[in-house]
């Protein structure tokens, strides 16, 4: 399995460097870092946002593989719906299964924490992986990507693809869906920040619903009204696909970057002008769920608390330390976004 | 001149008129905000993004009309259409016509079966179809097992939609032939009118030798094909194949049938009355974003727009009734 | 007493154990058991205290199953209801947000879902022509467009101070509050439909609207009083869902209004109207509830639970339709 | 070969709990018209029903032309050149006139349905029958006699050679009848056999050569109608005697109960004005259309006059709907009993009590026990033929199922009864039964409305006869005055 998305994979990590980064955390980190050990024996769950996704599948096999060859017993559960009410009957039965843990990509940033609350009350281990809850229902959150590193990597991808100037646009998942707004927000934060970016022109953000007919409706309907577009940003899976058929269909002069699944986006990257897309990015899910699992073992097994300034070793993935959220709770970062363009992408078009 | 005061009746007495009436003053104001919106490709980019409600709509307009109602069909799109999409991606088959003879013939044995249900085991149709709605789109997930199908998985089978014929989208051609065939048959032929027959009256038209049991199954698999037609379509027309697809949108199609004048309780509506009302649908849906309505207020516009015209079909029923009355004489 | 020609009418009802025992009602409570003896065998934590401890979640989708019977019975559907409860969780949070004491928080939950249910009524109970289900298809576009537009960016709200929810969501020992609400209002919703004249009205209508109406039963005032009730419950539920959420979002009652009515269908309450009891809508949805909870607990592909779901749906309403005609059949 | 174009022998046909027909014969001469009678429910319908095809009999043989035949479906006796008008309604309302006359055998083109061909043979059969409306019409928009006018012209665009016409003069005033009469006299004239289902004597008598009579699903015998006396006919219908047909008691006139003042609704009736005293028996009458079923319906707040006012024992009265009035004590026993008047799936008991239900309840709850007891009593008041208060009211026949609708009206105090036509499709007994209890009420000192197409209904029970034409008050006759003719011509005014 390619695991090389993230940044921060250190290579071959020895179980040295392990006990190494943790060895604040005393005589249970000992065990931690000893590959599995009895540690891993219980049982650990994750829940993803929807069923029938591959980027929550992938998540889900990389914190199964993790959890299985550390001995533990992993539960993947996908909600009946992508909704938080879905969410929260899945947690209620986890929480009668009496799982050690739970590492959840939320629907909803608050309406899990009644739920969480009555995990952690439990005694149950609560992470979050790729869309976070908010503070208090949570003990961390493995964070795919820093939300300023994706908006700066984006904004980036935006001016260069432009050439420098230019209108753009946004073409978003719901106006709702936090992620997307904080990725947004941060895509206007960089452009106020410095002055290369002074002859760009965001003249929309439009909102696809993450529905692929809507998506295509507002794509056409941004060309339509800004004729002298030259790139569209869509920072959503579903959205970005959308736009890019419309515009490789079209062989429209628009060009597209943004967040996408390589498997779904293959077709479109490229640098000629038959492609829409000539670059995207994305972090690797995999390693999201990798990630997720040694955190969720070093709950357990008490190496970290979640308080910031934790440091722990993510198997062989590296030393991961505990750094403060914006929203007041802890994170940890994964890596930088991933880039795929037409060097790399056939070679991850078949991982996910 | 007698004539042509009953021209002007007619138009006033059809349902169908008004409705063309109000899609004309919608495509005006429209056109008033953005110029851009009544030009040729701009229309049929909307037609191409519609079809596929477009082309539902008319097995509605069959399931309707005999009192029934289907709410299974956006999960039976969603089986069809994935099964295709796990097709190309495991190349099992690649040849696009086969491609879409397995999907129509997926979404007429899921019909096939609803119709059984419905019309041999007497399950109310609501009841049926959204036991349905489960299994199907339960059957979608299954057969995606976490896949989903993208462009570079579907080869040639995207081409379908991108091609055209005299210029016109293969989509759209797909869509305007199923519409005259639907007009043809439900006017011209004696299948159609059992189907009105049915709806207008069953036990009359038990008792003149139609088998509405037979006629019931029909209707349900006519409207199970056009699903799977639909979801080989959506298919080709996203170039992505997901099993949440459409999740959701058979209300739309029930909605724009009912705006199309077609009544719930069966007998009445029209393929005209279907096609007005799922044009009304899909302008809404294309000028939204087009004429600048905040995104977030745009489900509350779209929901406000569909209560006001049904609610202004009723009273422009009523004041036709009432006009109806004064001319008679007493 | 007898009439001119000296005929009688027998006027006592046949009672017969059989009859009890092999009705709808009786085959769900067998059903229920069964379903519980299942889950208990295939899943080692389904016990007493875990299965009430999951419950509210899925109990106040049975507040709406109550109305929603009524609607049913009826012969129309309410689709709206769970955009009313999104709306009303909503404003309730946003309630709770600004400070309001617990009690005001409570009024806003029921008071929002009631003018979404009066709303509903209104329309249709002026506008008769419409059929109910393409009405409650445009509101629930609307209440739920105007949850989206109040959430506003985020999509979402949570509770500031979770107190007085915190509150209703206490137990009795292992039995939550909301368990005995729900029994209080099966009890209440049953007995309505059941035994008084009210009920009896929802069944004549149900069964021919004109004959009611020309019997002087008031039509409209009944609809219109049944759909505020469905929108007053919606309005309950969005409390209870709350307090099982502490927040609110786009997404919040997605998908309750057809649960609530497979329940119903499910306890054989027809959707074509005037048939069914309330009775068997309760204890097929527990017996739904406990299915749920258990494939839940041995983690089944979440889809497969709904395959199933289905399948039962069908199967529930073919089977005594299948066996009815054998008897006949066999009669003949 | 056989005498008979129809013959059918040891017919026995069994539902759910009925036998409806119970070893019963049938001989129909070439160019006959065979008049079929019997009380409600002894058959005659399902009797047909056997001999299109529609039920299959149990037992029993059926032979055409002397061949036995078996039909499998309505569709082989169609072939076969019989031609039904069901009892109840067959059309279409939402379809043309045409189609509806044409449905189940378009005129088919290449697969294509000639309209333009099916229209003018529509319109020439409508001319035929010298009806009033056109080939495009709306069915549902039509009158009920109107729509018995297409269900006609179905039989006869089939060129069937045995038509079979089940109670075709319920629903159709006098002159309607004789517009029949002439048609069903030109069929018999072309060679068609006919069969003629009435409750009627006086249609037997216009048309009939012979006459077969069931009872209680059984056969009791055929006799030319010439020489047989009515007294004969009813003893083998009812299987007892009926001495009085119209039992209208002598009542004491009392004071002026309802009065109606210039009531309009746009469209549908004008300016009209009559009263009710108590004990009176007030005949409504007119043609199919003139608006008498509108007038009480605005009465009874079904519907909303534009204007006029009502008055009860004097006073002026507010009635928004039907519950209103009840209060009041005025009470609509609707014309169509099967659409307005019952529930069907209902048990009768329920049924009788719906309307007062809220009067026995105790704080909003039901008291079934006082429930089945009062629906007893009124259940054999009117002498319902039932076994139990629960049999379902669709297990009833027409006379009986009007019965039950009588009985509704009886659960309270009333002080208005109207009955729009309460003997439509009822047999002679039942009706004898229910003209027995009208006099009852009126005894008592109800004030009653009958609306009427049947002369000797009219003339026979009402104390005062009012005629109604194309929405107006045409006239109002004394029963002293009042003759066949003379309602005739004021139910005719605005033709003339
Ligand atoms: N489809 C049916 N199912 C069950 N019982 C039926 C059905 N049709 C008729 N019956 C019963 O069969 C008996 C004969 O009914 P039928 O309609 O033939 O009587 P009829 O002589 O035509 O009476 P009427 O003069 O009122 O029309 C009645 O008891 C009726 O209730
Ligand atoms: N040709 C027609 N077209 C449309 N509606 C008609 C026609 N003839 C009658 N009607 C309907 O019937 C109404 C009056 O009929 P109504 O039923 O009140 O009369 P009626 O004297 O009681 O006749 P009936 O014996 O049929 O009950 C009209 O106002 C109209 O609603
Ligand atoms: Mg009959
Ligand atoms: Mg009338």
Redesign the pocket.
């Known amino acids: 399995v390619g695991c090389g998305g993230g940044n921060n994979d250190s290579g071959n990590t020895d179980s040295g460097s392990s006990s190494e980064a943790t060895d604040d955390a005393g005589g249970d980190a000992e065990d931690a870092g000893d590959e599995g050990g009895e540690s891993g024996s219980g049982t650990y769950a994750i829940v993803t946002k929807s069923a029938g996704n591959p980027f929550n599948e992938k998540t889900a096999d990389g914190f199964q593989e993790v959890i299985e060859a550390a001995g533990g017993t992993a539960i993947v559960k996908h909600p009946e719906a992508p909704t938080a009410d879905a969410q929260v009957s899945v947690i209620q039965s986890l929480i009668s299964q009496g799982v050690d843990s739970i590492c959840i990509a939320a629907n909803d940033e608050n309406a899990l924490q009644a739920a969480l609350e009555e995990a952690m009350d439990a005694g149950i281990k609560v992470c979050c992986e790729d869309s976070k809850t908010n503070p208090d229902s949570r003990q961390v959150f493995v964070n795919q990507a820093g939300v300023q590193e994706i908006g700066q990597a984006l904004m980036d991808a935006v001016l260069d693809i432009s050439g420098g100037e230019g209108q753009w646009a946004v073409l978003s998942a719901t106006s709702q869906a936090a992620n997307q707004n904080a990725w947004i927000d941060a895509m206007k934060e960089v452009m106020e920040s410095d002055d290369k970016y002074s002859g760009l022109e965001l003249v929309e953000v439009a909102y696809g619903d993450d529905e692929p007919q809507k998506s295509t409706d507002q794509t056409q309907a941004l060309l339509a009204k800004y004729p002298d577009l030259k790139v569209i940003c869509a920072p959503t899976t579903v959205g970005i696909n959308a736009a890019a058929k419309v515009l490789q269909d079209e062989k429209s002069s628009v060009k597209l970057t943004g967040l996408g699944l390589p498997s779904e986006m293959a077709e479109y990257i490229g640098d000629d002008d038959d492609h829409s897309c000539p670059y995207m990015y994305l972090w690797n899910p995999i390693d999201l769920g990798r990630l997720g699992a040694y955190t969720s073992m070093a709950l357990v097994d008490g190496t970290i608390t979640g308080a910031e300034g934790d440091k722990f070793t993510a198997g062989d993935m590296g030393d991961y330390e505990i750094v403060a959220a914006d929203d007041g709770g802890t994170e940890m970062i994964l890596g930088a976004p991933f880039k795929f363009d037409a060097d790399n992408i056939d070679e991850w078009k078949d991982v996910y | 001149m007698k004539e042509n005061k009953s021209v002007l009746k007619k138009i006033t007495d059809s349902r169908e008129a008004s409705l063309l009436i109000v899609l004309i003053v919608l495509c005006i104001v429209i056109s008033l905000r953005s110029p851009s919106f009544m030009t040729l490709k701009s229309i049929s980019d909307m037609l191409k993004n519609n079809a596929v409600i477009m082309i539902m709509t008319l097995g509605m307009l069959g399931v309707l009309l005999i009192g029934g109602i289907d709410i299974s069909i956006a999960s039976t799109l969603a089986f069809s259409g994935m099964s295709v999409g796990m097709l190309m991606k495991y190349g099992m088959v690649q040849n696009t016509f086969v491609l879409f003879l397995i999907a129509i013939g997926i979404g007429a044995l899921c019909g096939l079966l609803i119709g059984l249900i419905i019309s041999r085991g007497k399950v109310l149709p609501i009841i049926a179809t959204m036991g349905f709605m489960y299994i199907y789109r339960g059957l979608a997930y299954i057969i995606a097992n976490s896949q989903w199908a993208s462009a570079e998985n579907l080869g040639t089978f995207k081409d379908f939609a991108l091609g055209s014929v005299l210029g016109v989208n293969n989509v759209i051609i797909v869509m305007v032939i199923c519409y005259i065939i639907f007009f043809i048959v439900m006017k011209w032929t004696k299948v159609g009118r059992m189907v009105y027959a049915v709806g207008s009256n069953r036990e009359a038209a038990q008792i003149s030798g139609i088998n509405t049991a037979n006629v019931e199954l029909m209707v349900y698999t006519v409207m199970g094909t056009l699903s799977g037609l639909c979801g080989a379509l959506a298919v080709s027309i996203y170039s992505s194949a997901q099993p949440n697809m459409l999740y959701g949108r058979e209300m739309d199609v029930i909605a724009a049938c009912v705006i199309g004048g077609v009544s719930m309780t069966g007998g009445r509506g029209s393929v005209a009355g279907a096609l007005l009302g799922s044009l009304i649908l899909a302008i809404i849906a294309k000028a939204l974003p087009l004429v600048g309505i905040e995104a977030i207020a745009q489900n509350t516009v779209k929901g406000v727009i569909i209560l006001v015209v049904i609610v202004l079909n009723v009273i422009t029923q009523r004041v036709m009734d009432k006009n109806n009355l004064k001319g008679r004489e007493m | 007493m007898a009439g001119k020609s000296g005929r009688t009418i027998a006027n006592v009802p046949e009672k017969s154990l059989k009859k009890t025992l092999f009705c709808w009602e009786g085959m769900l409570v067998v059903l229920f058991i069964l379903i519980n003896v299942f889950c208990a065998s295939i899943s080692q934590s389904y016990q007493f205290e875990n299965v009430l401890r999951e419950m509210p979640k899925y109990l106040t989708e049975m507040f709406l199953l109550f109305p929603m019977a009524f609607i049913l019975v009826l012969g129309e559907i309410d689709i709206s209801v769970g955009a009313t409860v999104c709306l009303s969780a909503t404003m309730t949070c946003m309630a709770s947000n600004k400070g309001l004491p617990f009690a005001a928080v409570i009024l806003t939950a029921l008071l929002v879902g009631t003018i979404c249910g009066l709303v509903n009524g209104l329309i249709l109970t002026n506008f008769q022509e419409l059929p109910p289900m393409i009405v409650t298809l445009g509101t629930q576009i609307v209440f739920r467009g105007i949850a989206e537009i109040a959430l506003g960016s985020g999509g979402s709200i949570s509770l500031t101070n979770a107190d007085g929810f915190r509150m209703i969501a206490g137990k009795v020992g292992i039995i939550p509050y909301v368990f005995f609400i729900v029994i209080l209002m099966a009890v209440l919703f049953s007995v309505v439909l059941a035994k008084t004249t009210f009920g009896r009205s929802v069944y004549a209508i149900g069964s021919n609207r004109l004959a009611a109406y020309y019997s002087g039963i008031h039509v409209q005032t009944i609809r219109l009083i049944i759909y505020t009730v469905m929108g007053f419950m919606a309005g309950l539920a969005a409390l209870f869902l709350t307090s099982v959420l502490y927040g609110a979002n786009t997404t919040t009652g997605n998908g309750f209004e057809m649960d609530a009515i497979a329940m119903a269908v499910f306890g054989g309450i027809s959707t074509s109207g005037g048939k069914g009891r309330l009775l068997g809508g309760i204890i097929s949805g527990f017996t739904i509830i406990c299915l749920r909870i258990g494939l839940g607990q041995i983690n089944m592909n979440p889809q497969l639970i709904l395959i199933i779901l289905g399948i039962l749906l069908i199967l529930a309403v073919l089977l005594p339709n299948l066996s009815a005609r054998l008897n006949v059949k066999k009669k003949a | 070969m056989s005498d008979y174009v129809l013959e059918l022998k040891g017919i026995t046909?069994i539902?759910?709990?009925?036998?409806?027909?119970n070893n019963v014969q049938f001989q129909l001469k070439k160019g006959e018209v065979h008049a079929l009678m019997?009380?409600?429910?002894?058959?005659?319908?399902?009797?047909?029903?056997v001999i299109t095809g529609v039920?299959k009999a149990e037992e029993g043989e059926m032979f055409l032309d002397g061949r036995k035949i078996d039909f499998k479906g309505p569709r082989d006796a169609q072939a076969a050149g019989i031609a039904a008008v069901y009892?109840h309604p067959t059309s279409y309302p939402d379809l043309s006139v045409a189609e509806n006359i044409f449905m189940g055998h378009e005129i088919i083109k290449n697969g294509m349905i000639q309209w333009k061909k099916m229209n003018e043979e529509a319109t020439a059969l409508l001319n035929q029958l010298n009806a009033d409306f056109k080939s495009t019409d709306e069915m549902g928009a039509l009158s009920v006699a109107q729509q018995q006018m297409v269900e006609i012209a179905k039989a006869l665009s089939t060129n069937a050679r045995i038509i079979i016409l089940?109670?075709p003069t319920a629903a159709l005033t006098k002159n309607e009848s004789e517009e029949l009469y002439r048609i069903v006299d030109k069929l018999r004239d072309d060679g068609v056999s006919i069969i003629f289902?009435s409750?009627r004597f006086e249609d037997m008598y216009r048309l009939a050569t012979r006459v077969t009579v069931?009872r209680d699903?059984q056969y009791i015998g055929t006799y030319d109608v010439d020489g047989i006396t009515n007294a004969d006919l009813i003893k083998a219908m009812v299987g007892r005697e009926i001495k009085d047909l119209f039992p209208k008691p002598e009542v004491k006139i009392g004071a002026e109960v309802l009065k109606v003042e210039g009531l309009s609704r746009m469209g549908y009736y004008k300016n009209v004005s009559f009263s009710v005293h108590a004990g009176e028996i007030i005949g409504l009458t007119g043609l199919v259309g003139a608006g008498r079923t509108e007038v009480v319906e605005s009465i009874c707040g079904i519907t909303r006059p534009d204007e006029g006012k009502v008055y009860l024992e004097g006073k002026p009265i507010q009635i928004k709907q039907p519950s209103d009035a009840m209060k009041q004590g005025i009470i609509l026993l609707p014309e169509d009993r099967q659409k307005e008047g019952l529930i069907m799936s209902w048990g009768l008991g329920r049924n009788v009590v719906l309307p007062t239900m809220g009067k026995y309840a105790k704080n909003g709850f039901n008291d079934e026990k006082k429930e089945r007891e009062i629906s007893k009593e009124l259940l054999e008041d009117v002498d319902t033929k039932a076994v139990t208060i629960f049999d379902p009211a669709?297990?009833?026949?027409?006379?009986?199922?009007q019965k039950v609708v009588v009985a509704k009206a009886l659960g309270q105090e009333m002080k208005v009864v109207i009955m729009d036509e309460p003997t439509k499709?009822?047999?002679v007994g039942a009706k004898a039964e229910i003209y027995q209890i009208m006099g009852d009420l009126a005894k008592k000192g109800y004030a009653i409305i009958l609306i009427s197409s049947e002369m000797p209904e009219i003339l026979g029970m009402s104390d005062r006869i009012i005629v109604m034409c194309g929405g107006k008050v045409t006239g109002e006759l004394s029963r002293g005055e009042a003759s066949q003719e003379g309602i005739l011509e004021l139910a005719m005014e605005k033709s003339k």
Request: glycine share 18%; charged share 20%.
């Open positions: 046909k539902f759910p709990g009925v036998k409806a027909l019997g009380e409600n429910g002894a058959g005659k319908s399902t009797f047909i029903k039920h009892q089940d109670e289902i409750h069931f699903s669709s297990s009833l026949s027409g006379g009986n199922q499709g009822v047999d």
